[in-house]
C-alpha cells in the first residue's frame, strides 16, 4: 500500500557569517534541526551584494563526511592540498569526499552580480570515515534533465528520476537521492522513495504544497519529510515552482562533531584536530 509522505515540520533556518564573512541561512545544523541523518549541515546562501559573499571560505580543513555544492548561480573556485582545482558554475554540482582529510578553499570567482547555491553535508559510516579523499565535479551540461510527459523537469543530481533517469554523481557510501524539480503550474510531482529514508524538500522558487494535507512551503523553507513510500508535490494554479528533493537511508550511528570534522567519537575528534595541527592532513 502506498503511505503517502506528509510534512513533519518546516525549518526557516538561522542568518549566520561561515567562513571569512559570508552571508548564509543554515537550515541543517542550526538550533531548530541538528541533523537530518544522515545529513549534517544545509545551507542556501543568495546575495548579490558581494560584501556579503566575497571573503569567501579560505583554506580549512575537513574529514569524515562529504560536502555538496550546488551552484544556481554565479562562480566559485575550489582548490586543495592535494592538487585539485577547478571552478564550479551556474548549474554546476561538486560531491567532494573528504574522507580522511583535505584542506581545501571555496572562494566566490566573480566581483559582483548574483551568487546562491547550496552546500549539503552527508555524513560517511563510520567504517568508511578514512577512505581516500575523492571529487565528483560536474558541470551543469554533464547532469541529466529528464521532461516528464506533463512539462516537468527533473535534474537528477543522485538518485534515480521516477523515469528511471540516473543521476550523475554516484556514491556507494550512502547512496543519497538529490533532484531539482522544475513544476509546472498546477501540476503535482510523485516519486516513490524507501520508507525508511529520511527525506526533505527545500523550496527554490514559488509555492508547494506537501502531501494528502497539502501543507504548505513557501520559498526558502524546507520541509522535513515524515516517513512513507511516496512524496507528492503540487505547484500552485498560476505559479511555477522549483524545488529540491533530497533523501538516504540513516545511518544510525554515533556522531561526534568538531567543527570541520564529524567523526563516530570524541577522541577522533581530537585526534582530527591533532593531525591537523601537526601538518598531517595531506
Ligand atoms: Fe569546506
Do not use: C
Request: charged fraction near 20%; glycine fraction near 10%.
Amino acid at each position: 500500500m502506498t503511505q503517502t509522505r506528509e510534512s513533519d515540520f518546516i525549518v526557516n533556518g538561522n542568518r549566520v557569517s561561515d567562513g571569512a564573512g559570508v552571508q548564509l541561512t543554515r537550515i541543517i545544523g542550526s538550533p531548530e534541526l541538528n541533523m537530518l541523518d544522515p545529513f549534517l549541515m544545509f545551507d542556501a546562501f543568495g546575495s548579490d551584494k558581494p560584501q556579503e559573499y566575497l571573503a569567501g571560505f579560505p583554506p580549512h580543513p575537513h574529514r569524515g563526511f562529504e560536502t555538496v555544492t550546488y551552484m544556481l548561480q554565479g562562480r566559485m573556485k575550489h582548490e586543495d592540498s592535494v592538487g585539485n582545482a577547478g571552478i564550479i558554475e551556474t548549474g554546476g554540482v561538486q560531491w567532494m569526499t573528504a574522507g580522511k582529510g583535505i584542506i581545501h578553499s571555496e572562494m566566490p570567482e566573480q566581483k559582483e552580480g548574483l551568487l546562491a547555491g547550496f552546500q549539503l553535508w552527508v555524513n560517511l559510516p563510520s567504517e568508511h570515515k578514512m577512505t581516500e579523499p575523492k571529487y565528483q565535479e560536474k558541470a551543469a551540461s554533464e547532469i541529466p534533465v529528464t521532461t516528464l510527459d506533463d512539462g516537468t523537469n527533473i535534474k537528477v543530481i543522485a538518485g534515480r528520476a521516477s523515469d528511471g533517469t540516473e543521476g550523475v554523481i554516484t556514491n556507494h557510501f550512502v547512496e543519497p537521492t538529490y533532484l531539482h524539480v522544475f513544476l509546472p503550474a498546477g501540476k503535482q510531482f510523485v516519486h516513490s522513495t524507501e520508507e525508511t529514508d529520511n527525506a526533505f524538500i527545500y523550496a527554490v522558487k514559488g509555492q508547494l504544497s506537501i502531501g494528502k494535507n497539502q501543507a504548505p512551503l513557501n520559498l526558502g523553507q524546507l520541509s522535513v519529510l515524515g516517513k512513507g513510500s511516496e512524496v507528492l508535490i503540487k505547484s500552485d494554479k498560476e505559479h511555477a515552482s522549483e524545488f529540491l528533493l533530497v533523501s538516504a537511508q540513516p545511518l544510525n550511528e554515533p556522531i561526534a562533531r568538531g567543527g570541520p570534522f564529524v567523526m563516530t567519537t570524541r577522541e577522533q575528534v581530537e585526534q582530527a584536530f591533532d593531525d591537523y595541527r601537526q601538518g598531517r592532513f595531506a
